[in-house]
């Protein structure tokens, strides 16, 4: 259960931010690395990180299961995240959240059946004056995800 | 990009030009001066603290602490490390102004900490980056670099003695982190779960060292005030509200956005700002300070002022400056019930009424939503929110009981009226 | 000092003090669940809310530090209403089973509830079912019943050493568990069973099996390590049903190691003899106690007779009490036999000659963790101590610096200071090292016998900090010597190289001693030599085992089976059935009066707590009869505190004077580095002694799994051996197969291959030369 070359070194890009005896301080970053590379956080992977970084598993454990952003289970290809809280769903967090149920023919927390997209309901992603929001694979966030702009940024991921 | 006036923060970025975050048009628009002034007049770290108590400035992160005061706690001849820390971990609904400044303005936030580490004598300092925002956190790492070559961070910055490193680190996903010492728990590489207070972080903080943690917008008005003097800060705003502020206006508004505009300014006038209300609704409610802040009806509103003081004195509090505009058209239950599921779905766990707590009111709001409450779940709510709030170890169970009492004293009927007709008053959002 | 009024009271409290210190110190119980005096402060439950005054909300008493002049209210309105609230969230989500929960009836969150007099809840919604986890044989979980107060997972982190359990997610979908797949390995787990204020995490072993009102409780000592942990025995209809702490700040604080507290399973085992048995023709018959001690005595009459009395040996083990030792070593003096022995495990016959004393820890269990600096050499440290361990790493929190001389880098959980790394044949040469880099840096003589020591960076990095530790007046280290110094066939010279170095800097010496009446046992004037060094006629065996209690089980194997007569008192069926000719059913330390010399030189007395199991009786009673049979005089006690009285008259001031850990007169003979392969043949935690090996929990712990042959990657590489492989493995006339281990950490050109295992017992010497090949 190793990770690639290229992640390690991010890691320990990461882990050199922090004091020599503070190398868990970049668990979370080696733990998003880690996601970016195998698409989800399997117990191996956890466990492959903590080693890594010389904490308990468990201890890694109880950060890959805190924080949502973690996937601890596999994902589709491409995962959207909605905010539908207060602030978007004022303007149209809640109806792009349901546009990407009907238009994808999923549920939230559900992936398409060819793996490609999965659709999760998100909180607040500080973004709430440009809503609708949607955070695509965690990392690429995309404001004003009308139905239109919904459309067109379905195919270009497709 | 949506800031539509501009002041401290802001002052001279060009939202146009994609350039504006860079170090060159930062310092062309007179970035790093006050870090140069500093160096070269050799201001005592005495003069800076003293230069942001008369500016009043007072914190931006919602709790509104007066920053001079909490500069002048860190022990000065502490012999170990210290820290500096920013929290950039916005993610009280309704707020989205620390994410324009990492963006479009990065190296005032940078140049502030550096500032804050210099007149607190800390060598060290981390940005703590919201989750959601990677764009954003990459943005900040790239200015960061900028900073480092030009020399103004790393070791003998600008030739001097002082020495600051300043690094940023990426959340994932937990509201929580934006309490402080939760914040610091997430730095350590654990679960973002508050700390018990006493000791507060001044003197037991990052890694047990004392430390003091920021806004990342209070960061961003330090270069001005040391540039241009506390007093002129001060005068921008009104007497113990001192400066400028960045309003984060969403909802039934016609151009949501941030606007960064004197603290005091009418509450109309930010409407009318803000583009007045979408579609000529008339105004219902607005949430004044990010949604932990008790919910105010419109009228009540367009009487008051934008600052600490007023806003508090009218019923509810400025907190992160997150205004939340709500329409006739929005149904209270449903605002509350989704205001309820984010404090139930955003507990970190570890306290008793908190965690228990949070999720049975969501529940009952849940249920008068669905047209299964009974009159007396009003009074339910009101108990279960009393045996939370002040028994908590952070402030998230205050934060989760507060919109739940704002709601229940200004739209009480409107409850009354969903538990006895098993529908909404009004059509939805 | 500040001062406090609580409810009224007035009262001065040092500086640091937390309210509920305070109330508890005046006798004021404040509600609580998370706090617990031995672990950080959590302040999560928040149950322990109370008024103070000025402040605007409720507090909780348990972090909240005492300020002076403070006046605390713990059952005003505003108190009692905190806690009601807090209350009635705990149980919201709680299952209403206590009819059906082991804790039902010690269980803090009923016991509360109860004080609150809780009216039907408010809560309509449906309660939260959490799924069980799978912490391994000795802690069973039911989840849904966990109220997060977190204790189980400071305990794993802050005691145990190692975060094992966790709480995983957020908010009320957290759940308490280890990692996935993970079982909780650590040999001090079973304290979350006690922690646990609620019914979520119970004895696997104890389930169901007794309501703890039906439980009555008697104290009792353990009977494994030398510590000697204070227990309370908990009894249903004559069967010990459960054991739990005493709590002894001095002993074991509030603390028992597994092997104390699930150890008592065997006490039920199928595997207990139950009644006297001869084997005649070689078929074993069941038989009267008159009929089998007069056989036992007519044959050691005929065989000192006839061969002479010095054929004939008596051996124990130090598991044994005061009282069975005495009268064991009068019997076979009066036999004219000598002492008896109880150092199976010993190898080097010269330390028992040269020890001026009673081998002890040199100063109370509870300084250890005082010291500024503690040396421990040869010692598996957290499974032949595990307490103690535990001690010396909230030492090291502290800043007592740990540093280590040992075959192994073993995990200790603790931060290690300095450490040195040696294969057991040069452990002497190591320390010898060590002993003159501290002459050196202190500007002492070089002790004769090691001025050809070479120093490495290792050893001086030991010397220092040792030197370092005690250079402040008043400061104190110590040089501990654990089961692997003991058993070492160089054992005398590591002891003089350890008073050497003691001398040196001021530092204490002390043995970790290997079991609970290891002192006891010195005291009493038993030897702790080999006595089957030489061919016997007659041996009698006290609760030994040769072929686990001996330091070469092939040795000892073939000794006891050329044999005419083995006698073996045992409280079980064991291998003596193979060799032996007599078995005499004995009980276990918890169906007899006894009593057991700690390491601290600490003389511990219990009664038995239940009824001799079939015909078994009590060790002493047996000797008793056995020593009158022999005509012998002075066998004549009427009840076990004669026999302690007999054996130790001036009681534990007696014991204080015998103690010592002076050797004298055992040179030191620095050796060339060595070659080839040695053994090094710890004795496994749940192998120790006959009560662990037959307790079916912890043989289903991972620390009870079979033994690996381990070997450093340089050596394992030398040998062309991978990870998993089957090697043979040889030591003398005997081999095994065994699958191979890499270990980091392992001192090169070492086969760590565990002994007294059913696996490796008929295998030699457990610090012997061994070969090794791939299968
Ligand atoms: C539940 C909760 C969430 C918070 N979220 C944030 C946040 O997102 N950003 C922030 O700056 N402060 C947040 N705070 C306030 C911080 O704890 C802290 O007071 C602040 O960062 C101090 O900076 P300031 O003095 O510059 O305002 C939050 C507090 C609580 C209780
Ligand atoms: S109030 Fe909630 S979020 Fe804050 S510490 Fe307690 S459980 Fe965690
Ligand atoms: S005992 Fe004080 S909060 Fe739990």
Redesign the interface.
């Known amino acids: 259960m190793m990770l690639t070359p290229e992640s390690l070194a991010q890691i320990d890009r990461e882990v050199a931010?922090?004091?020599a005896d503070?190398?868990?301080?970049?668990?979370?970053?080696a733990?998003?690395i880690a996601q970016v590379e195998k698409g989800w956080l399997s117990?191996d992977t956890i466990?492959f990180v903590a080693e890594y970084?010389g904490?308990?598993?468990?201890?890694a454990?109880?950060?890959a299961?805190?924080?949502?952003?973690?996937d601890r289970a596999p994902v589709g290809k491409y995962k959207i995240?909605v905010c539908?809280?207060?602030?978007?769903?004022?303007?149209g967090g809640?109806d792009a959240g349901e546009y990407l149920q009907k238009k994808l023919g999923i549920h939230f927390n559900e992936t398409t059946a060819d793996g490609k997209f999965t659709l999760k309901e998100?909180?607040?992603?500080?973004?709430?004056?440009?809503?609708p929001v949607l955070?695509v694979n965690?990392?690429?966030?995309c404001n004003h995800m009308t139905p239109d702009a919904i459309d067109r940024k379905l195919a270009e991921l497709n | 990009m949506t800031v539509y006036v501009k002041g401290v923060v802001f002052d001279g970025v060009d939202f146009d030009d994609p350039n504006s975050w860079s170090i060159d048009a930062y310092i062309q628009r007179g970035g790093y001066a006050a870090l140069k002034k500093i160096i070269a007049e050799g201001i005592t770290q005495d003069a800076i603290i003293a230069e942001l108590k008369t500016s009043s400035l007072r914190g931006r992160g919602g709790a509104g602490f007066p920053t001079g005061l909490k500069w002048s706690f860190m022990p000065r001849s502490f012999p170990g490390q210290k820290y500096l820390v920013c929290n950039t971990d916005e993610g009280e609904p309704g707020t989205f102004k620390d994410l324009d400044i990492i963006v479009n303005n990065p190296h005032a936030l940078i140049e502030g900490m550096i500032i804050g580490g210099y007149a607190m004598g800390i060598t060290v300092g981390y940005n703590y980056i919201h989750g959601e925002v990677f764009e954003a956190y990459e943005r900040f790492e790239a200015a960061l670099e900028e900073a480092r070559r030009a020399g103004f961070l790393g070791d003998n910055i600008l030739g001097s003695e002082f020495c600051f490193q300043l690094h940023a680190h990426h959340g994932y996903g937990a509201y929580i982190c934006g309490e402080e010492t939760a914040l610091l728990e997430s730095l350590e590489g654990k679960k973002g779960q508050p700390r018990f207070k006493p000791p507060f972080p001044a003197s037991y903080g990052l890694y047990g060292k004392p430390t003091t943690i920021n806004n990342t917008e209070t960061f961003a008005s330090v270069p001005y005030i040391v540039r241009e003097g506390g007093q002129k800060f001060l005068e921008l705003g009104k007497p113990n509200n001192g400066g400028t502020k960045l309003f984060s206006i969403s909802g039934h508004v016609n151009r949501p956005g941030n606007y960064e505009i004197p603290l005091g300014t009418p509450f109309a006038d930010l409407l009318e700002m803000a583009g007045g209300m979408r579609g000529g609704k008339k105004i219902k409610a607005v949430i004044p300070g990010g949604s932990s802040a008790p919910v105010l009806p419109g009228h009540i509103m367009m009487e008051t002022t934008m600052d600490y003081d007023a806003i508090a004195k009218a019923g509810s509090m400025l907190g992160s400056g997150a205004v939340i505009v709500m329409d006739e058209t929005v149904c209270m239950v449903k605002a509350l019930r989704r205001l309820s599921y984010f404090y139930y779905e955003e507990s970190c766990g570890q306290c008793t009424p908190c965690r228990e707590g949070t999720g049975w009111l969501y529940r009952v709001v849940d249920r008068i939503e669905r047209g299964l409450g009974r009159p007396e779940d009003l009074d339910l709510l009101e108990s279960v929110g009393k045996n939370i709030a002040g028994r908590t170890i952070c402030a998230l169970g205050d934060a989760a009981v507060m919109p739940v009492q704002g709601m229940l004293k200004h739209f009480r009927d409107e409850f009354l009226h969903h538990i006895e007709h098993k529908k909404c008053l009004v059509p939805g959002f | 000092m500040l001062e406090i009024e609580i409810d009224g009271t007035k009262l001065t409290v040092p500086n640091g003090t937390t309210v509920i210190e305070a109330a508890r110190s005046i006798g004021t119980h404040i509600p609580h669940f998370c706090y617990h005096k031995k672990l950080s402060i959590a302040a999560n439950c928040r149950m322990c809310l109370v008024q103070v005054e000025k402040a605007p909300k409720p507090l909780p008493a348990c972090a909240t530090p005492v300020n002076d002049g403070m006046k605390v209210y713990t059952h005003s309105d505003m108190a009692v209403k905190a806690q009601q609230g807090v209350m009635e969230f705990l149980l919201i989500n709680h299952p209403l089973d206590c009819p059906i929960c082991d804790q039902g009836g010690e269980c803090q969150l009923q016991d509360i509830a109860v004080g609150y007099g809780g009216s039907s809840s408010r809560y309509e919604e449906e309660k939260r079912v959490v799924p069980n986890k799978d912490l391994g044989p000795l802690i069973s979980t039911d989840m849904t019943r966990c109220i997060h107060c977190t204790r189980c997972v400071r305990f794993t982190e802050e005691v145990a050493g190692m975060q094992e359990i966790g709480m995983a997610g957020r908010g009320e979908h957290s759940e308490i568990m280890s990692f996935i797949g993970m079982t909780v390995d650590s040999e001090i787990s079973g304290n979350v069973i006690d922690l646990c204020p609620v019914g979520a995490l119970t004895s696997k072993p104890f389930r169901y099996t007794a309501r703890t009102w039906e439980l009555s409780r008697r104290k009792s000592v353990s009977p494994h390590d030398g510590l000697g942990a204070n227990l309370v025995v908990q009894v249903k209809a004559d069967r010990v049903m459960r054991v739990l702490p005493l709590e002894n700040e001095a002993i074991n604080e509030c603390w028992i190691a597994d092997r104390d507290r699930f150890a008592y399973e065997a006490l039920n085992s199928e595997q207990r003899l139950t009644k006297p048995m001869v084997k005649q023709g070689g078929v074993w018959l069941e038989t009267d106690w008159q009929t089998a001690l007069e056989y036992v005595g007519n044959g050691l009459k005929s065989i000192s007779r006839d061969y002479g009395a010095d054929t004939v040996a008596v051996m124990a083990t130090p598991h044994s009490t005061v009282e069975e030792l005495f009268l064991l070593n009068k019997l076979s003096q009066a036999l004219g036999a000598g002492s008896a022995s109880v150092g199976g495990r010993y190898a080097d016959e010269r330390l028992a000659a040269a020890q001026q004393g009673a081998a002890w820890l040199g100063q109370p269990i509870a300084d250890v963790a005082q010291s500024k600096a503690v040396l421990v050499v040869g010692s598996t440290l957290r499974k032949e101590q595990p307490l103690l361990a535990q001690r010396l790493r909230q030492g090291a929190k502290r800043g007592l610096k740990l540093a280590i001389l040992n075959p192994a880098d073993d995990e200790l959980f603790s931060a290690i200071a300095a450490k040195l790394i040696s294969r057991p044949d040069q452990m002497v040469e190591a320390l010898a090292g060590v002993v003159k880099a501290a002459a050196e840096l202190k500007q002492a003589a070089v002790p004769a016998d090691v001025a050809a020591a070479e120093p490495c960076a290792a050893a001086r990095g030991i010397a220092k900090v040792l030197v370092d530790a005690t250079a402040a007046e008043g400061d104190r280290a110590s040089v501990l010597l654990g089961n692997l110094a003991a058993h070492n066939p160089r054992a005398a010279e590591l002891a003089v190289l350890a008073n050497q170095l003691a001398a040196i800097t001021g530092a204490t010496v002390g043995w970790l001693s290997e079991a609970a009446n290891t002192v006891g046992a010195q005291v009493l004037g038993l030897t702790s030599g080999n006595l089957l060094s030489k061919p016997r006629k007659a041996v009698l065996l006290f609760n030994n085992e040769v072929e686990f209690d001996s330091h070469d089980g092939q040795a000892a194997l073939a000794a006891v089976k050329q044999a005419e007569m083995v006698v073996a008192f045992s409280a079980f069926k064991h291998g003596a059935v193979d060799y032996a000719d007599v078995l005499l059913p004995i009980t276990p330390f918890s169906e007899t009066a006894g009593s057991f010399i700690n390491m601290e030189g600490k003389l511990q007395t219990f009664n038995g707590v239940v009824k001799p199991l079939g015909d078994s009786r009590p060790g002493w009673k047996v000797l008793r009869v056995l020593g009158n049979l022999l005509a012998s005089e002075g066998f004549d006690f009427d009840n076990a505190e004669a026999v302690r009285k007999a054996a130790l008259p001036q009681g534990e001031s007696g014991v204080a004077a015998k103690l010592s850990n002076t050797v004298n007169g055992v040179a030191v003979t620095l050796q060339a580095a060595a070659t080839g392969l040695v053994r090094m043949g710890e004795v496994p935690i749940y192998q120790a002694d006959a009560l662990v090996r037959r307790a079916p929990s912890l043989q289903k712990t991972r620390d009870a799994a079979a033994p690996l042959a381990g070997l450093s990657p340089a050596t394992a590489a030398q040998l062309g051996v991978a990870e998993g492989d089957t090697v043979k493995v040889q030591q003398g006339e005997a081999q095994g197969s065994y699958t191979a281990t890499i270990m980091a950490g392992l001192a090169d050109g070492v086969v760590r291959l565990a002994a007294a295992h059913p696996t490796t017992a008929q295998l030699g010497a457990m610090f012997g030369s061994i070969q090794l090949t791939r299968a």
């Open positions: 931010k922090y004091p503070q190398k868990r301080s970049a668990v979370m970053s733990l998003r117990s466990k970084l904490i308990a598993p468990m201890a454990h109880e950060v299961t805190f924080y949502n952003m973690y995240t539908t809280n207060l602030p978007c769903a004022l303007s809640v998100g909180e607040c992603m500080g973004a709430c004056g440009y809503a955070l965690n990392h690429t966030m």
